[in-house]
């Protein structure tokens, strides 16, 4: 199986249903951020979304897994056995190194607490409408 397959999936449905609950890890919801200025650097930042992530036990509404099977064409109990053993990968991954690829929208880690968390790629913007958009760097002016 490719390693960003799974990934790839859970980007997709985000993008489609805001909200994807992977069961045994947490989930993802997408975020959003309206545009803004940094009066420090004098930096005007578009609008985005950005992807945060809960670590609990919630219940699946099995939409990754459906999703999985259907891609795979494969039963739902063959994609939750892959999608366990991928939790189970990027958990091996974290007790070694501390960190674990997500695609390329960012990277699971252990805080400082103990828990998994996710850093969001700021190369990532899963805003459409302001897509290739960057920031934009001038000084207010007084009238």
């Known amino acids: 199986m490719d390693a960003n397959l ?3 999936i859970i980007y997709e449905l985000l993008e489609k ?3 994807v609950v992977i069961v045994g890890l947490g989930y993802f919801e997408i ?3 309206s545009a803004s200025y940094d009066t420090e650097t004098k930096t005007l930042y578009p609008p ?5 992530f ?3 036990e919630n219940k699946s509404d099995n939409l990754l897994v459906k999703n999985i099977s259907e891609r795979l064409a494969i039963s739902e109990d063959e994609a939750l056995q892959k999608t366990l053993s991928w939790i189970d990968e990027i958990c ?3 007790a070694e190194t501390q960190s674990a690829d997500f695609g390329n929208t ?3 880690f ?3 607490e103990g828990k998994i968390s996710f850093r969001f790629s700021d190369k990532t913007n899963m805003l459409k409408d302001s897509y290739g958009l960057k920031e934009i760097y001038f000084e207010k002016i007084k009238l």
């Open 6 to 8: 799974i990934p790839d």
């Open 17 to 19: 249903n805001k909200k």
């Open 31 to 33: 975020t959003h951020q």
């Open 48 to 52: 985005m979304n950005f992807l945060y």
């Open 54 to 56: 809960k670590n609990c």
């Open 92 to 94: 091996i991954q974290l």
């Open 106 to 108: 960012g990277e699971f």
């Open 110 to 112: 252990i805080d400082d």
